[in-house]
């Protein structure tokens, strides 16, 4: 990236070095858990790409509808990414590789700065949210794969800490009651709902960002982290070592 052509935003300057420094988060390099050469034999992982940038004085979140032509979670908001591929050599290289694929974001416009604690789907799949900034917006022209996402849009990753166009249903799964968050977002003429899962990984992706708890009850759903159960590092408890400077 050019330097010359763009100016590098300081709150997102800060925002890398605090990641990079902290202890609260995976290394950078991986998920400790388990060895490159065990990754690539499990096919029940995938890596989404949580890509940051900055607009006016908000810091935003890419998102995409997916296609209405999809056999799983058909037309639901989605962060760019999706499952391992043998040939990807960590969670970076997957978040990344399917953003591009999905929608046309060139990895080297990328700057990963953290690697979030996996979540884990009902049907244990593990992903691995990637986070990473845009620092040049205007260098990414947005184009969606037809045959995977419907549509791109932003929005503010504060959004998401806020008891605002947001509600909840109380939902059970082996015992455990938890709470599924539904936020509304209007764009482009449009309004789409973010929910579940990408909910659950942009509450905790923006507790951390602005080192603050959600304004509401967030009560996540355990199966969520049910590999990575040490309460110290569940990104959807906020601890004190997440807020402290």
């Known amino acids: 990236m050019d330097s010359n052509n763009f100016r590098r935003s300081q709150k997102l ?26 990754r690539s034999k499990r096919p029940n992982r995938a890596a989404v790409l949580i890509c940051l940038f900055e607009e006016g004085d908000d810091i935003y979140v890419i998102l995409t509808q997916r296609s209405s032509k999809l056999s799983s979670h058909s037309g639901e908001v989605s962060l760019p990414g999706g499952r391992t591929d043998e040939e990807d050599t960590d969670d970076i290289r997957t978040a990344l590789r399917e953003a591009e694929e999905e929608i046309g974001l060139d990895p080297n416009l990328v700057d990963v700065i953290t690697v979030l604690e996996p979540f884990v789907t ?7 949210p990637v986070m990473g900034i845009l620092w040049d917006k205007q260098a990414f022209n947005p184009l969606p794969n037809p ?16 008891d605002e166009n947001r509600r909840h249903e109380e939902k059970e799964h082996r015992g455990d009651k938890y709470l599924l968050h539904y936020f509304s977002h ?5 309004v789409y709902v973010i929910w579940a899962l ?9 507790s951390l960002v602005f080192r603050r708890p959600p304004e509401f009850q967030e009560r996540a759903s355990k ?10 590092n569940v990104p959807g408890i906020i601890e004190q070592k997440f807020i402290e400077t």
């Open 186 to 190: 209007k764009t482009n003429n449009r």
């Open 223 to 232: 199966f969520w982290h049910k590999n990575h159960s040490s309460s110290n």
């Open 147 to 162: 045959g995977e996402v419907e549509s791109i849009f932003y929005a503010p990753l504060e959004m998401f800490l806020k």
């Open 198 to 206: 990408t909910a659950g990984i942009l509450i905790a992706a923006a």
């Open 122 to 128: 009902k049907k244990n799949i593990t992903v691995v």
């Open 13 to 38: 300057l800060d925002l890398s070095q605090r990641f990079r420094k902290s202890k609260s988060v995976f290394p950078i390099s991986d998920d400790p858990s388990i060895g490159q050469s065990e």
